[in-house]
């Protein structure tokens, strides 16, 4: 079945440098993600959303780029903080449909 | 967004027994749906609970073993039966708040572990 995946499942990133996590899906009839970060013991927090007709959406200190040609999904995190360590998950799904599509995680480390 | 609660945040519970979580919103919300993510996996959608009317279940899920119930726009509940130690895992609710596009928001979470 298809799927969204998620390239490195670890990421060590130190304090101040910007973090990459990247994300590829397969379903191509998707057309909304969402970033979401989940500490320990906690639910996922949505980090930040883009629509398939975009091609990059920034918040604060984070930005989420889409490329449908290669079915790429990507989360930027500028000036990596040490509260920044969490797992991070891409999950897709289509307009009107809401269930979402989980990658498999990518746990993100800041050293001091 | 909206502020989402669950009970209990966690249990330890015995085999062959039954437990409900119950979720509940502060605002009404177009869809309610609940999650499972067993220990260091990602998420998989159990059902999708509608208001006033069966749930929706996916695959690899049934009704008699996670009933859920959804009396109205901001509560649900989702009862996991017959515990065995597989069914331990975290169950998450989450909605898609009314009037948003889809984004969709999670609640803390229900920790359950069946010895």
């Known amino acids: 079945g298809e799927s969204v995946g998620l390239h490195l499942p670890t990421l060590s990133v130190q304090e101040g440098d910007n973090s990459i996590i990247n994300c590829a899906y397969s379903n191509s009839a998707s057309d909304y993600f969402i970033w979401y970060k989940q500490e320990s013991g906690k639910g996922p927090q949505f980090i930040i959303d883009?629509?398939?007709?975009?091609d990059k959406r920034q918040g604060q200190r984070v930005t989420v780029l889409l490329n449908k040609t290669v079915k790429h999904l990507s989360l930027q995190i500028a000036a990596t903080q040490p509260g920044d360590s969490a797992v991070y998950f891409c999950a897709e799904t289509s307009a009107g449909d809401y269930k979402l599509s989980f990658g498999a995680g990518t746990t993100v480390t800041v050293r001091a | 967004s909206a502020v989402i609660s669950q009970k209990p945040s966690r249990d330890i519970c015995q085999r062959g027994t039954s437990l409900t979580i119950q979720c509940q919103v502060d605002?009404?919300?177009?869809?309610m749906f609940w999650y499972r993510q067993q220990p260091g996996q990602s998420l998989t959608l159990i059902a999708t609970?509608?208001?006033?009317?069966?749930?929706?279940?996916e695959s690899g899920f049934v009704i008699d073993k996670f009933p859920i119930s959804r009396p109205n726009l901001t509560f649900s509940t989702l009862t996991v039966s017959n515990m065995s130690p597989e069914d331990s895992s975290i169950y998450l609710c989450s909605v898609v708040p009314s009037g948003t596009y889809n984004e969709q928001f999670f609640g803390p979470g229900t920790r359950l572990t069946v010895l």
């Open positions: 605002s009404q919300v177009t869809m």
């Open positions: 883009i629509r398939s007709n975009m």
């Open positions: 609970a509608n208001q006033g009317s069966e749930a929706t279940y």
